[in-house]
């Protein structure tokens, strides 16, 4: 990829920081020939090598002196791109030496010229380490993956211990801590709380920060760039904690039948037979002395008490080649994690089935079994391995064939010492693909609180259709190879034991997968299932629905030799009531949750309601549906998590001009009126850290495009502006669907180095036009068959409008700039925008999109991804 952010104000020689490219790349490798690297030809005259990968270490000032080149005059017109060979010769785009004849012309000091700051190689590194470590005291600090546990002693001082992961102060890791939470708090005086380490003296970070392939895989799929602990199982019931680290799993306990702890605690080590790491480990809800982990793409089970370990699937024969062992059980494929953000590929059942007077019992677990023998195995060069030269994945590209999948039914029996005596491998009465034929993802996968139903999202590949089913375990029958022994386990399967489909979801858009499903108990003998389930489908927004659907037996015989038709399992809905509606949206995607309290009849959830730049708490009831009532204040975007019995939260907010802060908070006021119920400021858990000393916060803005739709922007002005004077213009951008740049909360994180070009002297940009997200479904999907067009219109209306308002911002020299998807339209706008674009940098973006896995592509492979390829 280019590195020079633009040569519209640098010379041909140098980085648009003035500085000349290094020769190295920034993995340390010595960079191939720079004739061999070149960049883009540009409107401006002048293609940059690509050397340094930053665009930091690309953007800067001019060399003072610069030779005025002279063309022969046969290959004067038509030629305007030129290159540096590897001896540094200029040379022409198509291989003719250019003349070295010319004449030093002396230039005015770029600062005055051009508006943008001089500086050494030497002191931009230095600007460099130093937003850096400024940003250093503030990210990854704050506290998240909150867990409240109500204690019951009336004469503790403390009515809640609240669990988190965070980052000690003096620590680099992740860990498990703990604050408590007082009854009684004086409101004139600010209470801190203090963060308590549970575990004493331990480091779960791996010797020499080595983790193993599937540990590194999982941490790219989830974007984690923390170290640690990084995620948790906890058991309410009996306070058991389950964690990977430093290559291994531990479990601690606290609270539970044996009380809280008042000092750190040694986290205890879980042994294992098993080679390799042990991944996505869960604790059995039904009970807790077990539980399950993957090795080696298969499922296993282990009890902590006893240390006994078995394994319950087989799909995995141990070759460490992708071409000899594609079958997997329990493992998310990577189109799953990357594209639909699911990362287990299994679900233990909540309730158990008991067995005998003995105290026996039957434990189960719901898997995705998948196999990628027909998908293309791709290789790719891996610095990392010493022994290879490359890496090899299955990677399903766009129209071709994605995994088969199917879901399965691992069961195991125990006694009453709890010793494993039988385990069983069960799978669908009829094949998966027969069932439902048009399904090609599971989605989402669960089970209902009493373990009557297990649930599944089923997906087509054009992801416009969403089928909710729910699975009886009696659907499933013993795995054998034995044909007559298969049709008597049929037979034996009673008429009335069928999938139910109790919802489906149809757009001609794309369904934006997401985790809000909350089933409601069952009655003794009911034939009916009450939910609440996100829908975005029917209005165009993501709202909230209460659904009854009607569990109607279809009597399908099992031993017949005929497939069952496609509704042949639909169950009508007796009643579906919109539970908040509007030209807004529920949060429903990135983990986002809803708490139902089934004792007052309220539903807490997130969204947009007062504004699409900011994420609020709202409460709303699911009885007398009415009024929404927000708990958090305006001014600030939140993110939240409720306690268990519904009476306090969690926020983590800020704002564009405040850094994060973490407040608890306490619901209160008159039972008769739980909906009223306000919220008071309890406690501090952290505040605001100051911002750094050159940190200027952008300035969000809003214009109507000339189809007259209202978009948001963000700008950050240079930090020297001069009246009258005009500074180059960074774009950055991303346009793409599921993700929204501009928003009312802190930006000097994650976007510090747009701050850092702003201290340079660049004003920089930030536009979410149509194809983000937050502003419902057409306005996501505008960009549907026609990608990289209606976004760059939308981007530079933008320009335009922010020209006129900043008489800074000048339009004749626009870097646009981005990641991923922003990387592509960055390619795009150079392609469809010349006049308007002068140097892109696109970091990452697809080269060729039918070659990328994103399933929106792989639906069908529209026109346009079909005929597009571009380089990256």
């Given at each position: ?16 920081l003035?500085i ?44 003072r ?12 017109e038509g030629?305007?791109?030129f290159?540096?060979n ?10 003719a030496?250019?003349?070295d004849?010319?004449?030093?012309v ?9 508006q ?6 030497d002191g931009?590194?230095?600007i ?20 409240f ?5 009336e ?17 680099r ?7 408590e ?12 709380l ?8 331990f ?8 983790y193993?392939?599937?540990?590194e895989?999982?941490?790219e ?17 009996s ?6 680290a430093?290559?291994?799993l531990?479990?601690?306990r606290?609270g ?7 000092s ?11 080679t ?11 009970d ?13 089970v282990?009890?902590?008490?006893t240390?006994?370990?078995?394994r ?15 079958r997997?059980a329990?493992v ?32 189960r677990?719901?898997?995705?079994e ?5 998908v293309?195995?791709i ?27 199917a ?12 010793k ?15 069932l ?22 089923f997906?087509?590949?054009p992801?416009?259709?969403?089928q ?19 049709l ?10 069928q ?33 609440i ?9 993501c ?11 279809s ?7 005929l497939?069952?038709g496609?509704?042949?399992f ?12 509007g030209?807004?949206?529920?949060l429903?995607?990135h ?20 504004t699409?730049?900011?994420?609020h ?23 939240c ?29 008159p039972?008769?009126?739980?909906l009223?119920?306000?919220p008071?400021?309890?406690a ?18 809003h214009f ?8 948001y ?9 001069q ?38 002297g ?17 306005f996501?999907?505008a960009?549907?068959?026609?990608m990289g067009?209606v ?20 339009l004749?020299r626009?870097a646009?700039?981005?990641?991923s ?6 390619l ?8 308007v ?11 060729s ?24």
């Amino acid at each position: 990829m280019p590195c020079a952010l633009s040569n519209f104000w640098a010379g041909p020689h140098q980085n648009a920081l003035g500085i000349g490219c290094p020769r190295r790349n920034g993995q340390g490798r010595r960079a191939e020939s720079v004739h061999s690297q070149t960049a883009w030809s540009y409107s401006s005259g002048v293609s940059l090598p690509a050397g340094s990968p930053t665009l930091l270490r690309s953007a800067g000032w001019l060399m003072r002196k610069v030779k005025k080149l002279r063309l022969d005059h046969e290959n004067t017109e038509g030629w305007r791109s030129f290159s540096v060979n590897s001896e540094g010769t200029e040379r022409m785009a198509t291989g003719a030496p250019v003349s070295d004849r010319g004449d030093t012309v002396e230039m005015e000091d770029p600062a005055s010229r051009f508006q943008v700051q001089k500086h050494s190689w030497d002191g931009l590194r230095n600007i460099i380490h130093g937003s850096r470590k400024n940003s250093g005291l503030i990210v990854n600090k704050a506290p998240h993956d909150f867990q409240f546990v109500q204690k019951t002693d009336e004469s503790s001082p403390h009515s809640h211990r609240l669990y988190y992961l965070g980052m000690p102060y003096g620590s680099r890791e992740n860990s498990l801590l703990y604050s408590e939470i007082p009854r009684k708090v004086r409101k004139e005086a600010l209470l801190l709380l203090s963060w308590k380490q549970m575990l004493d003296h331990f480091q779960a970070t791996p010797h020499h920060g080595v983790y193993s392939r599937e540990e590194e895989l999982l941490r790219e799929r989830k974007r984690l760039g923390v170290f640690g602990i990084t995620s948790y199982d906890f058991h309410s019931e009996s306070g058991l904690f389950l964690f990977q680290a430093s290559n291994s799993l531990f479990h601690c306990r606290d609270g539970g039948k044996n009380g809280f702890m008042v000092s750190p605690m040694k986290p205890l080590e879980i042994k294992t037979q098993c080679t390799g790491p042990r991944m996505d480990p869960k604790i059995c809800p039904a009970d807790p002395a077990f539980f399950s982990f993957i090795n080696s793409n298969d499922l296993w089970v282990a009890n902590i008490e006893t240390g006994e370990e078995r394994r319950l699937t087989f799909c995995h024969r141990g070759s460490p080649s992708v071409l000899d062992d594609p079958r997997s059980a329990g493992v998310a494929t990577f189109v799953i994690q990357e594209e639909f953000d699911r990362f287990t590929g299994y679900w233990w059942c909540p309730a158990a089935s008991w067995e005998g007077s003995d105290g026996g019992k039957t434990l189960r677990i719901l898997y995705e079994e998948v196999d990628e023998s027909e998908v293309e195995i791709i290789h790719v060069p891996s610095p990392a391995l010493e022994e290879r030269k490359t890496d090899s994945y299955r990677y399903p590209r766009t129209g071709s064939k994605n995994p088969k999948i199917a879901l399965k039914l691992a069961e195991f029996q125990t006694d009453g010492r709890g010793k494993i005596v039988a385990t069983q491998e069960k799978e669908l009465v009829q094949p998966f693909s027969t069932l439902f034929p048009r399904v090609e993802y599971i989605a989402r996968a669960g089970w209902t609180r009493d373990g009557k139903y297990a649930w599944a999202m089923f997906l087509d590949r054009p992801q416009q259709r969403l089928q909710l089913v729910l699975l009886p375990p009696a659907l499933f029958i013993p795995v054998t190879e034995n044909a007559e022994e298969r049709l008597a386990f049929a037979r034996a399967v009673p008429r009335n034991v069928q999938p139910h489909i109790v919802y489906e979801e149809v757009t001609d858009v794309w369904i934006n997968v997401h985790d809000i499903f909350y089933p409601f108990p069952q009655s003794e003998g009911e034939d009916e299932l009450c939910f609440i389930r996100a829908n975005e489908c029917k209005t165009g927004f993501c709202h909230l629905y209460k659904v009854t659907a009607i569990l109607k037996p279809s009597g399908y015989d099992w031993s017949e030799p005929l497939s069952p038709g496609e509704d042949e399992f639909k169950c009508p809905i007796k009643e579906e009531i919109a539970l908040t509606s509007g030209e807004w949206e529920v949060l429903a995607r990135h983990g986002s949750k809803i708490w139902v309290n089934e004792e007052t009849k309220l539903v807490y959830f997130q969204g947009t309601k007062d504004t699409p730049l900011e994420h609020h708490l709202y409460v709303v009831s699911y009885e007398t549906v009415g009024e929404i009532v927000r708990l958090t204040a305006p001014g600030f975007s939140h993110s939240c998590s409720m306690s268990q019995n519904f009476d306090m939260f969690v926020s983590h907010y800020s704002s564009v001009g405040t850094p994060p802060c973490v407040h608890v908070y306490k619901l209160s006021g008159p039972d008769d009126d739980p909906l009223h119920k306000q919220p008071h400021f309890w406690a501090s858990m952290m505040e605001a850290a100051s911002c750094p000393p050159d940190y200027v916060p952008p300035e969000i803005f809003h214009f109507h495009t000339r189809s007259d739709v209202r978009l948001y922007g963000m700008i950050y002005k240079p930090h020297a502006v001069q009246p009258g004077k005009k500074h180059p213009t960074v774009l950055f951008v991303y346009g793409g669907p599921q993700v929204q740049l501009v928003n009312n909360s802190f930006k000097g994180i994650k976007y510090l180095r747009l701050n850092t070009l702003a201290s340079l002297g660049y004003a920089v940009v930030v536009i979410d036009g149509r194809g983000s997200c937050q502003r419902g479904l057409r306005f996501e999907g505008a960009l549907k068959n026609q990608m990289g067009q209606v976004e760059i219109e939308d981007q530079v209306e933008g320009l335009q409008f922010v020209a006129e308002k900043y008489g800074f911002v000048d339009l004749n020299r626009v870097a646009i700039h981005g990641w991923s998807y922003g990387g592509f339209l960055s390619l795009m706008g150079l392609i469809h925008k010349p006049q308007v674009f002068k140097q892109p940098h696109g970091a990452e973006p697809p080269s060729s999109l039918p070659a990328t896995a994103d399933p929106r592509m792989a639906s069908g492979c529209t026109k346009p991804c079909q005929q597009l390829s571009v380089g990256g």
